[in-house]
């Protein structure tokens, strides 16, 4: 399996795409943006003029879109591109997106003799560029080994989380999780903060301390206490706190389906809401501290 076609070149998909160039596959790319495609077209790519156009010949495709809307309209219905697909051509989708829809699209195309994996990933930019990705896998496992050396070529970690959407839910219970860990993150180091304590030294005390997690460890919210991260730059770059209010809108559709209790889940999405509300959108989900004082 050689030929690739891959389909979403953001903040996300143009790294994991330059990392299967740089592991020998052969790519042909396509994204709305055309500046994205150019740059791809540097590394080796080529670009093409539509989706369908990309998959042409292709041994598998991937792809990494916004969200459940955009997986639709591109694999299903009479303009997707599932019916333009040679049975046994391997569809990846690592975009974040609901159960419903992962499942949904799955099942066309399994009807068409396509195998489908949904295949959402963990790591932010960072891990995208440094090619040490996790991807948390839904589908089956025959699918899966197949896939691996391509995953292998974008990430460090691959999780079968079960059938055909279970890739989705695994995902999106891990991003409910963040969002709440790092809002508490922040609210304890802006707590700190005001009553006169140093981010960093706190920063250092809770990381060798109980309340040690993730975001002090590698992402620390605050300003100017750990280089490198979007706290340090302005909150630019980085996962879009817009992207996370949608994982976490994800997270509550999820849990009233089922009647699942999520009330710090819940109160995350509310934080988030609130923050993207006030035109915070585009910056990083990190940026949350902004709500507790930082600068």
Aim: hydrophobic share 45%; aromatic share 6%; glycine share 14%.
């Amino acid at each position: 399996m050689k030929r690739i076609a891959f389909i979403g070149l953001g903040n996300m998909g143009g790294p994991m795409a330059a990392n299967l160039i740089k592991k020998g596959f052969e790519l042909s790319v396509f994204d709305l943006s055309s500046e994205a495609m150019e740059r791809l077209a540097q590394t080796g790519a080529h670009p093409a003029a539509s989706a369908r156009e990309a998959m042409a010949g292709c041994d598998a495709v991937v792809s990494m879109l916004p969200t459940g809307r955009h997986v639709d309209a591109l694999y299903c219905g009479s303009e997707g591109v599932l019916t333009a697909l040679t049975a046994g051509t391997l569809v990846i989708d690592c975009s974040t997106i609901d159960t419903a829809t992962a499942r949904r699209v799955a099942s066309e195309a399994a009807a068409l003799g396509l195998p489908m994996l949904d295949a959402p990933v963990s790591g932010g930019t960072g891990g995208a560029t440094a090619g040490t990705l996790t991807f948390i896998v839904g589908g089956e496992r025959e699918a899966l080994e197949r896939a691996r050396p391509l995953f292998e070529a974008m990430g460090s970690n691959i999780f079968h989380a079960g059938g055909h959407g279970a890739g989705q839910m695994a995902k999106i219970c891990n991003n409910m999780l963040l969002g709440i860990l790092m809002a508490g993150t922040a609210e304890a180091l802006a707590l700190g903060v005001k009553n006169g304590l140093d981010p960093g030294v706190l920063s250092e005390i809770m990381t060798r301390s109980s309340g040690r997690n993730w975001a002090l460890e590698l992402y620390n919210p605050w300003p100017a206490v750990m280089p490198g991260v979007p706290a340090s730059r302005g909150y630019q770059g980085g996962f879009m706190s817009a992207l996370m209010l949608k994982d976490l809108g994800l997270a509550e559709e999820a849990a009233n389906l089922c009647e699942a209790n999520i009330p710090m889940g819940r109160q995350a999405t509310a934080l988030y809401r609130a923050h993207v509300d006030d035109g915070q959108g585009p910056l990083d989900f990190s940026s949350i501290a902004r709500r507790y004082g930082a600068p």
